[in-house]
């Protein structure tokens, strides 16, 4: 009954216990409401009344944020010891996360000229990039590399490499708003459907390619999976499986182009 309470939003559970749900959010539905948002749809809500069906009663506790178009594992807590536990661990950043995106052009790290890398306060180290990252001065809702922001630090691992597209894993060591968005933009290689940080022609190739290997458009990025200590001392990583346009896009690289893959792990 409480499972096909939240199948119907196609939200589907990764893991349960007394203290914690984990699940695999869907893309086009927000986390929760915060600040002066209008009342709509969301997630913590959702996994609320679907713990309220239940014998729990009892309210998720939100300890993440996943951005709207963004689909994958989010972790949720039952009680607010355990959301101490674990709102601890990611602020100490002792949470291990890996995402996945689709972005657009042939990706490689780039290379930056030492002035940049001074007047930016910018930091590379092989596929490892530290800058600072604040909102923009003019479109609020951006976030963009200046050195009077706040501290970012990403490892990108390119995967699958095509001529228009790529597909990039990457491990986020810090946590801020649009961290990857702002970096990969930054780069040169917005992520695929991104309406915030790609321009008009990006959005309209990107439609083009949907239509052609017949998937539905979207922002593509996934958080692929968590390494986490839950409040019982357990060390567990949860996993949301590569959603099917990722695997799609994968499959129409390695067939369609002269494929690059890079075994290096993450």
């Not at 216990?17 to 209008?38: A, R």
């Not at 996945?100 to 001074?118: D, H, L, Q, R």
């Not at 458009?217 to 590569?242: N, V, W």
Request: glycine content about 6%.
């Amino acid at each position: 009954m409480k499972d096909n309470f939240l199948d119907s939003f196609k939200i589907s559970i990764i893991y349960e216990d007394d203290n914690l749900i984990v699940v695999n959010k869907p893309p086009g539905i927000i986390t929760c409401i915060y600040g002066n948002q209008p009342k709509q749809i969301n997630l913590k809500d959702l996994v609320t009344a679907y713990l309220k069906k239940g014998d729990d009663n009892r309210e998720a506790f939100v300890v993440h944020r996943l951005d709207k178009e963004t689909s994958g594992v989010i972790i949720f807590c039952k009680n607010s010891e355990s959301m101490f536990k674990i709102s601890k661990q990611f602020m100490e950043r002792k949470v291990d996360k890996k995402y996945v995106a689709c972005v657009i052009g042939s990706f490689k790290m780039p290379v930056f000229k030492e002035n940049t890398k001074k007047s930016l306060n910018l930091w590379v180290e092989g596929y490892k990039f530290g800058c600072f990252i604040r909102r923009g001065k003019k479109d609020r809702r951006k976030f963009v590399v200046a050195p009077d922001g706040k501290w970012a630090l990403s490892e990108f691992y390119p995967k699958f490499i095509g001529e228009n597209y790529s597909l990039v894993y990457i491990k986020p060591f810090t946590g801020r708003i649009h961290q990857i968005r702002s970096q990969l933009k930054f780069f040169g290689y917005p992520i695929a459907g991104d309406m915030l940080y790609c321009n008009k022609k990006d959005i309209e190739n990107w439609n083009d390619f949907c239509r052609k290997i017949k998937i539905k458009p979207r922002m593509m990025l996934h958080a692929l999976s968590i390494k986490i200590q839950i409040p019982t001392g357990e060390i567990k990583k949860f996993f949301a499986p590569l959603p099917n346009e990722f695997r799609i896009i994968k499959n129409f690289i390695c067939k369609n182009e002269e494929k690059k893959v890079f075994e290096r792990k993450i």
